[in-house]
């Protein structure tokens, strides 16, 4: 799992402000899932992406989220015009395949809106 | 109904004592994980199953498929098994290896 890097790891935006959240898959994988984890419920699927493309988005806000996984550089999960309720635990999920294979999670970002 | 349903939320035990989680699930899998998540940590990946059984120290997981039930056994409990236990499963219909997630049991063991 310290395959996975995430950061920030915690992040406090106000409200209206953008937050970004990156993750580093292990080495070599090239299938990213972000998951969102809001307080006191649990794990919810938001977005699987592919190196340079979107492969599933049903989990995601229709609008002011957005994600991202450029052939260079880490995967990016974009929150515009925060609100309050967007406070959660981010975590992502690297995989080598689109098999059936363990996942790796991140430590998460911790996101808050004040 | 969610998809995956967990039992117990909430456990105590003393040191010591054998713990059973389990999880049902509704759907057709191709696989089912068992997830571990310390408080405000991140999520550490225990077992992932598709039949039978499998042991890593003193955690045991099974799977049933025909039933669509797993259980996570503990056993010799001690004080840093306090987490919260997480199933997830793959949805056969699901692209790639999305997983749906139950709503955790929350372990405490008391020394």
């Known amino acids: 799992n310290a395959g996975v890097m995430q950061n920030p790891r915690h992040l406090v935006r106000r409200r209206g402000q953008e937050a970004r959240l990156r993750c580093s898959p292990v080495?070599?994988?090239?299938?990213v899932y972000w998951y969102r984890q809001l307080p006191e419920e649990g794990l919810k699927f938001m977005v699987y992406?592919?190196?340079?493309?979107?492969?599933?988005e049903s989990g995601m806000p229709k609008e002011r989220f957005s994600a991202e996984f450029p052939k260079e550089g880490p995967s990016i999960l974009r929150i515009q015009q925060v609100v309050r309720g967007d406070s959660a635990a981010y975590f992502c999920?690297?995989?080598?395949?689109?098999?059936?294979?363990?996942?790796?999670f991140g430590q998460g970002t911790r996101l808050t809106v004040v | 109904k969610n998809e995956v349903e967990q039992s117990p939320q909430n456990l105590t035990a003393q040191e010591g004592e054998f713990i059973t989680i389990n999880c049902s699930y509704s759907?057709?899998?191709?696989?089912l994980h068992w997830l571990q998540q310390h408080p405000g940590g991140g999520i550490v990946s225990l077992f992932m199953?598709?039949?039978g059984k499998k042991k890593h120290g003193r955690l045991i997981a099974t799977i049933n498929i025909q039933e669509k039930h797993s259980s996570l056994h503990i056993t010799a409990s001690h004080p840093r098994d306090s987490a919260v236990y997480i199933c997830?499963?793959?949805?056969?219909?699901?692209?790639?290896?999305?997983?749906?997630f139950g709503g955790g049991t929350r372990v405490l063991v008391k020394p």
């Open positions: 199953l598709s039949s």
């Open positions: 080495k070599g994988h090239s299938h």
């Open positions: 997830a499963v793959t949805d056969l219909k699901a692209a790639g290896n999305k997983l749906t």
């Open positions: 992406l592919q190196k340079e493309n979107i492969i599933d």
């Open positions: 999920a690297s995989l080598i395949t689109s098999g059936i294979t363990e996942a790796f």
């Open positions: 759907v057709g899998i191709s696989a």
